[in-house]
């Protein structure tokens, strides 16, 4: 009761409130007046683009100075502290760099403002990534990274074995057991420690083999037993037989990406923001990206990215508001990409021609982009998160059988969503 009455009276004040954003279906969108030097919270920069494109900003708006606070690199860690911090109300934060799980969430919670699609040109961004900035038909934040796992792979090793790269597990654990072995290097790696990257590489499995885990409204668990042992089983059975090397069960996304670029794994799944530094290492000019692979055919990703959301207890909304137009328009979108290698969520540079001859992996990505499953969308998304990388995790790690950890596992995200928590 609490939390709805603050979501109210939040509600109240910003319709009470001479707001810019305009009025959508009778309500008022939009920040709260308020302009001055901003913070930028966002998830740690590993590839160094941020700065230069928020220098441009502070260049020509030196009022509005922007300061980038960067956060953990793990979600998990960047939403605890986000959270921390919004519950106490403090004004310390004003944009929020939100990934495109959060927004029902935050929504919700009341910690973050609506915006008005009037002010967006939502239309020339791709449609699913749009999507995971709406919650009960309401805009809460603006698209700004889009993301869908690939598969990396060494295009060399496979090329002069006269392979093309796998489009089901079965290519997929063949080519790793037999190259693994023959050339000494591990076979194919993700995201396998217990946080919300184990999470997606699970839910990636999972629809990869045809299965869902809850119905689009989160209200009802939808796992098929047979379709998410199968899907358990190709991650437990590679660990088991050696294609998985051990190591990648402490891998997070960095992990991974070094493992690759060191020439250490002849498959590594991990986002598209990996391409750029591979370009410049041990595996330069011997590796290619693709789709993941599925059971039958190719697989379907995880849609990620981050999305710019407004603090609600900012005081310095306006500013928030037009330093997210900004950052968000096709010219630093298309920095996005060319200087930080993230996938930019306006439809029209993938098919742009000079992007496609310097990142020649657009077409796959945007086919995965379109073709990407979303996670649920539920307020309690983190611990619905929880539930499926511990129990996944113990299948993993602790050798528990797999169709105990499903039994289990349909059990947990029932009662879940049953108590809301």
Same mark, same amino acid.
């Given at each position: 009761?609490?939390?709805?009455?603050?979501?109210?009276?939040?509600?109240?004040?910003?319709?009470?409130?001479?707001?810019?954003?305009?009025?959508?279906?009778?309500?008022?969108?939009?920040?709260?007046?308020?302009?001055?030097?901003?913070?930028? %919270?966002?998830?740690?920069?590993?590839?160094?683009?941020?700065?230069?494109?928020?220098?441009?900003?502070?260049? &020509?708006?030196? !009022?509005?100075?922007?300061?980038?606070? @960067?956060?953990?690199?793990?979600?998990? @860690?960047?939403?605890?502290?986000?959270? !921390?911090?919004?519950?106490? /109300? $403090?004004?310390?934060?004003?944009?929020?760099?939100?990934?495109?799980?959060?927004?029902?969430?935050?929504?919700?919670?009341?910690? *973050?403002?609506?915006?008005?699609?009037?002010?967006?040109?939502?239309?020339?961004?791709? !449609?699913?990534?749009?999507?995971?900035?709406?919650?009960?038909?309401?805009?809460?934040?603006?698209?700004?990274?889009?993301?869908? =796992?690939?598969?990396?792979?060494? $295009?060399?090793?496979?090329? #002069?074995?006269?392979?093309?790269?796998?489009?089901?597990?079965?290519?997929?654990?063949?080519?790793?057991?037999?190259?693994?072995? #023959?050339?000494?290097?591990?076979?194919?790696?993700?995201?396998?420690?217990?946080?919300?990257?184990?999470?997606?590489?699970?839910?990636?499995?999972?629809?990869? &083999? =045809?299965?869902?885990?809850?119905?689009?409204? &989160?209200?009802?668990?939808?796992?098929?037993?047979?379709?998410?042992?199968? &899907?358990?089983?190709?991650?437990?059975?590679?660990?088991?037989?050696?294609?998985?090397?051990?190591?990648?069960?402490?891998?997070?996304?960095?992990?991974?990406?070094?493992?690759?670029?060191?020439? @250490?794994?002849?498959?590594?799944?991990?986002?598209?923001?990996?391409?750029?530094?591979?370009? /410049?290492?041990?595996?330069?000019? #011997?590796?290619? %990206?693709?789709?993941?692979?599925? /059971?039958?055919?190719?697989?379907?990703?995880?849609?990620?990215?981050?999305?710019? !959301?407004?603090?609600?207890?900012?005081?310095?909304? #306006?500013?928030?508001?037009?330093? *997210?137009?900004?950052?968000?328009?096709?010219?630093?979108?298309?920095?996005?990409?060319?200087?930080?290698?993230?996938?930019?969520?306006?439809?029209?540079?993938?098919?742009?021609?000079?992007?496609?001859?310097?990142?020649?992996?657009?077409?796959?990505?945007? @086919?995965? *982009?379109?073709?990407?499953?979303?996670?649920? +969308?539920?307020?309690?998304?983190?611990? +619905?998160?929880?539930?499926? $990388?511990?129990?996944?995790?113990?299948?993993?790690?602790?050798?528990?059988?797999?169709?105990?950890?499903?039994?289990?596992?349909?059990?947990?995200?029932?009662?879940?969503?049953?108590? =809301?928590?």
């Amino acid at each position: 009761m609490v939390r709805r009455g603050c979501l109210l009276l939040v509600t109240l004040l910003l319709a009470g409130c001479s707001g810019f954003g305009g009025d959508s279906g009778g309500e008022r969108d939009g920040a709260t007046g308020g302009t001055g030097p901003i913070t930028l %919270v966002i998830g740690r920069d590993t590839t160094a683009y941020l700065r230069p494109l928020l220098d441009r900003w502070n260049q &020509a708006h030196p !009022a509005e100075r922007v300061t980038l606070l @960067e956060l953990p690199e793990a979600a998990d @860690e960047q939403r605890a502290q986000m959270v !921390a911090n919004l519950q106490a /109300h $403090s004004d310390r934060y004003d944009v929020l760099g939100l990934d495109v799980v959060w927004t029902a969430e935050f929504a919700d919670a009341g910690w *973050i403002v609506p915006l008005d699609r009037g002010l967006f040109p939502l239309n020339k961004l791709l !449609a699913p990534v749009v999507d995971t900035a709406v919650y009960r038909d309401r805009l809460w934040a603006v698209p700004f990274t889009s993301n869908a =796992g690939l598969l990396y792979y060494r $295009s060399d090793l496979l090329k #002069k074995e006269h392979l093309k790269p796998p489009t089901t597990w079965a290519e997929l654990r063949d080519q790793a057991k037999r190259l693994g072995k #023959k050339y000494d290097i591990g076979g194919y790696a993700g995201q396998f420690l217990p946080y919300e990257g184990l999470t997606v590489n699970f839910a990636e499995a999972v629809h990869s &083999a =045809g299965g869902t885990i809850l119905s689009p409204d &989160a209200r009802t668990v939808t796992m098929n037993p047979d379709t998410t042992r199968t &899907a358990l089983g190709f991650l437990v059975d590679g660990l088991k037989e050696g294609w998985i090397p051990q190591e990648a069960l402490a891998y997070k996304e960095e992990e991974s990406r070094l493992a690759f670029q060191r020439g @250490e794994l002849l498959f590594a799944r991990n986002w598209p923001h990996a391409y750029g530094p591979a370009t /410049h290492s041990a595996v330069a000019g #011997k590796f290619q %990206v693709t789709r993941l692979p599925g /059971h039958d055919g190719p697989g379907s990703s995880t849609l990620g990215g981050q999305n710019l !959301a407004i603090s609600a207890y900012s005081k310095r909304q #306006k500013s928030a508001l037009n330093f *997210i137009r900004y950052f968000t328009g096709p010219e630093n979108q298309r920095l996005v990409l060319t200087q930080g290698s993230f996938p930019p969520v306006w439809a029209d540079l993938y098919d742009d021609p000079d992007l496609i001859r310097r990142f020649p992996y657009l077409p796959v990505l945007k @086919e995965a *982009i379109l073709s990407a499953r979303p996670r649920p +969308v539920t307020a309690n998304y983190n611990q +619905v998160s929880l539930v499926i $990388s511990s129990a996944v995790s113990s299948a993993l790690t602790l050798g528990k059988p797999v169709d105990e950890t499903v039994t289990e596992l349909k059990q947990q995200l029932g009662e879940v969503i049953q108590t =809301g928590g």
